[in-house]
């Protein structure tokens, strides 16, 4: 199952977003003065500070949502397993049948969903969280990547600067780790 810190307490991004669409949505401040103009400035750049948390907070969402399939095909393998006993390639078929009908996407694009879900969990299983990903620059698609641009994207990891990124990180990071699950992964696509 996902571990919820590594997403940064979804809880705490929903109050967030609450306190931000308020903050967002409140009357605007009307000048009169140069007190009341000084002020509505202020209004006006929390406003925008708070567009960018729920900016922030919508990116989490997308790859916690991505990541949460992993729960989903772990629950299904189970099913595949007890209706398909000894038989992967029916297993995964079976899988396969299941996500691309009910999402109505083809063969490769439920294979692209798995992979970048496998990815995300792989990645954050070593202490990278969500939050330190988007300040990256990453995006869901790039975990989508073929499998020789996504070695040049861990050959090109810089961890000393994603440690960087969360500073109040409680984990270290264990580099070591990471590289060996990105290795050693079973992607189990086929």
Known sequence: MIDKN????????????????????AEPIK?????????????WALQKDQIEKIGTAFNVFKFYHRMSLMD????????????FPNQKDKQRVFEREIICNQEGISIRSERRFKVSA????????????????????MHISDFEASIKLYEKFTEALDIASIENLN??????????????????????LD
Not at 31 to 43: G, L, N, P
Not at 128 to 134: D, L, R, V, W
Not at 170 to 186: G, P
Request: zero cysteines; glycine letters at 4%.
């Open 6 to 25: 590594t997403v940064d307490g979804p809880e705490t991004q929903n109050d967030n977003i609450t306190h931000s669409l308020n903050v967002i949505s």
């Open 31 to 43: 000048i009169t003065d140069e007190k009341s103009a000084i002020e509505r400035v202020r209004q």
């Open 72 to 83: 989903i095909y772990d629950e299904i393998k189970i099913i595949a397993k007890l209706n």
């Open 118 to 137: 496998m990815r995300l969990r792989i990645i954050t299983d070593t202490g990278i969280s969500f939050i330190q990903i988007i300040k990256a620059g």
């Open 167 to 188: 500073e109040e990180a409680s984990q270290q990071l264990n580099t070591k780790i990471l590289f060996q699950k990105l290795s050693e992964y079973d992607m189990d």
